[in-house]
Each structure stands twice: as structure tokens, then as C-alpha cells.
């Protein structure tokens, strides 16, 4: 029987998850949130009528969409870090004074870098709470300011939220970034899709992005399958080895702008095969296995999970770098992976708050583990295909696949996966 519930019905609840006999699937994966927040963005921006096709339904992108179509005076953005980013800088050019507020959590994730940008090019944001943090009392009007100087290693989102509302300032946007620039295939994710609304934006050098003034086109746009979901699916194929048939995961693109689509490149290291075609793309299983993995993540960050669980369990030595992102996040996904990792016997080490490494060391397993989610939707979908090599996996609040894959456990149970559970 499907799983069907309100994120709310299962706040003390945890699933017991065991593997099929062998997995084969065709998978219809959500749409891309990363996508879709961009793009509900550049569509409100342009005054359109025409709304994007194929929007995510995870929650994310649905108070994305709330926040858009209200009036409201307080917007609750609950645990949706994107929409917190992307919409502060769409406030601030959006005529009116509101409040952008959100769960404890997100009231502990710093916002100053972004606000402190926005004020330069003339916004008028409060700290309606403590200073640097949710939630921000705004008030939008037109911003005169043309030049922002950023250091490249702040969130990807600050980033692209100035640079959409970069095409509705008057005299346009120039961003310089200094330093090291993570996350830089979100960056060009955000400059394809304003070219997509009719947007003149483009890499002038290295570390010089300019946006010309002149909005935004109401366009048709489609937007396709998540790549940060198809993940899972991969790290299961690594994972069930022999028993992995063929999974076909429908909406991807071969050329695809997510960043996360390289992941496709690192599980050809750990034996997953891709194949494209007309639907999306087939996996199979080629038994590759390498002594060790060591991969830079500054661009993939969202992957890590995926990668240091299913390592571990392959029993292949790893070393991670870029992660510094990890740790501001919906939790501190380093430490939440050192200590959940360390129920199941894996001793991993953290340094200088950016790397992951495992060099094999195992400790005692606690004897019934449980998955603990931390509020975090990576953490339970990374963490749900470890019973494909253990006898079965406990997850703690499985409702958070919700804020990004809301089907993920119907789709695992159609997959033959056994999932039960209890409060």
C-alpha cells in the first residue's frame, strides 16, 4: 500500500527500511527545485502571466509559490533556505513592507553577507530578530547601486539572488567575486535561465559577471527532472551490486546546467554505468570498483552525503574536499555524517570545517541504530539505501524527503523496497 501523509502526521515517526531481492525500477524523478525557485523567480520578476511547467511539488518550491501569489504581510518560508535567499533580493525590488520569516533553524542561518549587499545597492532591510539572521523586516523600492564586490566562497544562493534581480535595476548589476568561487555551476545555472527569461548576463572574466538593465521576457519554460534526486537512485545501483538490474530515471538531460549532474561521472567510478536516451537515463551495474576515492565537491556540494555514505559502506577509503558549505546548511551535514556514520561502525574524520576522509577505520555498531535526520532531507534519502548492504536501516522523521522529493518513499516501495513503520 502507498505511503500517503502530511509531513505533519509523522513527526515522531521512524521507517524501517529493507532492500528487494534485486532492483529494477523506471523512476519518474521530481522536478529540479534548484530549477524551479530560479525560475518562479524570473517569472514573477518579468509581470508574466505564463507559469512555468513541470514545477517541483516539494516544499521548497510550494511556499515559493505561496510567498509569490499572496499578499501576505509575514511570509513564512519554514525550512526552504532557497526560497529564504531568493526572495529577500525580490522583496527588496517588490514594492511594499513585509516580514520573511522561517522554522528555529532557518532563524540560525546567517543572512548578513546577502543583506549587507542588498543595503549596498540601496535596499531598506531590518533584522526584525537578532542581528545577521531571520527573520527581515523589508521594504522594496527601486535600487539605484550598480557594483557589489562578494567573496566567491559565500553560498551560491546570495549570489544568484542578486544576480535576478540584477536585470530590473536601472543601470544593471556588476558582481565581483574575490577569492576561491564554490559552487560556480549553480552560478551558471542562474545566468542560463535568466538568458532563458530574456536576460542579458554573462562571465566577463573570471570573476566579473555582468547583468544589463532591461527585465525580463514572460516566456514558456519547462522544467526538468532533479539530478540531486536521480543520486539516490545511483548510490542504490552501487550499492545492491549484482542484484541491481536495469533503473530508468525519466526527465533527465544529457547537457543538462545542474550542477549535480556530474554525479553521473563519480559513480561511473564506483560501477554505475549511464546510458542517455529519449526518456531520460538507464543505470547498470559494471562491478568497477576503486581502492580509494578522492574528489574535490566545491561544485557539488548536495552530492556529499550520497558519496561519503555509499563509500563507506563500499568499503572504499575516501578523502572529500570544498565542503565548507556543508556546514550551514538545513544542519551541520559534517558533523550530522561523522556522528550518524559512527552508529554503523565508520569512523570518520573532519578538518579544517571543508574535508571528509575515511581511511577504513571501523568502531563497534550500535546494536539497533537509528538514522537520525536532523531536519534534513539529504540525510534520510542518503542514508535509506544503506539496507541494500545491511539487513535494514531505521530512519528517524522520514517526512523530511518532502522539502525536496515527497514521493521518494512511495517510489522506493515501488521499487520492492519493505518499508514499515511506527511512532
Not at 76 to 85: E, F, L, P, S
Not at 99 to 108: C, D, H, L, P
Not at 267 to 286: E, H, N, P, S
Not at 315 to 322: D, K, L
Request: proline letters at 4%; charged letters at 20%; hydrophobic letters at 40%.
Amino acid at each position: 500500500m502507498p505511503l500517503i501523509y502530511s509531513k505533519y502526521d509523522f513527526i515522531i515517526m521512524q521507517y524501517t527500511v529493507s532492500a528487494p531481492q534485486s532492483l529494477q525500477a523506471s523512476v519518474q524523478l521530481p522536478a529540479s527545485k534548484s530549477i524551479s525557485n530560479r525560475a518562479l523567480i524570473l517569472h514573477a520578476l518579468s509581470h508574466g502571466h505564463i507559469m512555468p511547467d513541470n514545477l517541483s511539488d516539494c516544499d521548497d518550491t510550494r511556499v515559493m509559490v505561496k510567498a509569490l501569489k499572496g499578499a501576505q504581510e509575514v511570509i513564512d518560508i519554514m525550512a526552504a533556505g532557497t526560497a529564504m535567499r531568493f526572495l529577500t533580493a525580490y522583496l527588496s525590488v517588490t514594492p511594499g513592507t513585509r516580514t520573511i520569516t522561517g522554522t528555529k533553524r532557518m532563524q540560525q542561518r546567517p543572512i548578513r553577507i546577502l543583506v549587507d549587499a542588498l543595503r549596498r545597492l540601496g535596499a531598506t532591510i531590518a533584522y526584525a530578530g537578532e542581528e545577521g539572521y531571520p527573520p527581515l523586516r523589508i521594504t522594496g523600492s527601486s535600487l539605484q547601486g550598480t557594483d557589489i564586490v562578494l567573496e566567491g566562497n559565500v553560498s551560491s544562493q546570495y549570489i544568484s539572488a542578486l544576480l535576478m534581480i540584477g536585470a530590473t535595476l536601472p543601470n544593471g548589476l556588476h558582481l565581483h567575486l574575490t577569492g576561491d568561487i564554490i559552487s560556480r555551476p549553480y552560478i551558471d545555472l542562474t545566468l542560463q535561465l535568466m538568458k532563458s527569461f530574456g536576460a542579458s548576463a554573462a562571465w566577463t572574466s573570471e570573476r566579473d559577471i555582468q547583468v544589463q538593465a532591461g527585465g525580463y521576457r514572460d516566456v514558456p519554460f519547462t522544467v526538468e527532472s532533479d539530478w540531486s534526486a536521480a543520486s539516490y537512485w545511483y548510490q542504490m545501483v552501487a550499492l545492491g551490486g549484482e542484484r541491481s538490474k536495469t533503473v530508468e530515471l525519466l526527465g533527465l538531460f544529457n547537457h543538462s546546467h545542474q550542477g549535480d549532474s556530474r554525479g553521473a561521472e563519480l559513480f561511473a567510478k564506483l560501477g554505475v554505468q549511464t546510458t542517455y536516451t529519449d526518456r531520460g537515463v538507464k543505470l547498470t551495474y559494471t562491478g568497477v570498483k576503486p581502492d580509494r576515492l578522492e574528489e574535490e565537491m566545491l561544485d557539488i556540494p548536495d552530492l556529499a552525503q550520497t558519496f561519503v555514505v555509499s563509500c563507506c559502506l563500499m568499503g572504499i577509503p575516501f578523502r572529500f574536499t570544498g565542503l565548507q558549505s556543508l556546514k550551514i546548511k538545513e544542519t551541520d551535514r559534517m558533523a550530522a555524517l561523522c556522528t550518524e556514520l559512527k552508529k554503523l561502525g565508520y569512523v570518520l574524520h573532519a578538518e579544517q570545517d571543508s574535508i571528509l576522509s575515511w581511511e577504513g577505520e571501523r568502531c563497534t555498531a550500535e546494536a539497533q541504530p537509528v538514522i537520525a535526520t536532523y531536519e534534513d532531507h539529504r540525510m534520510a534519502m542518503a542514508f535509506a539505501p544503506a539496507c541494500l548492504v545491511l539487513p535494514q536501516v531505521e530512519i528517524a522523521e522520514p517526512h523530511v524527503v518532502s522539502k525536496s522529493y515527497p514521493k521518494y518513499w512511495e517510489d522506493l516501495q515501488a521499487a520492492g523496497f519493505r518499508i514499515t513503520h511506527r511512532a
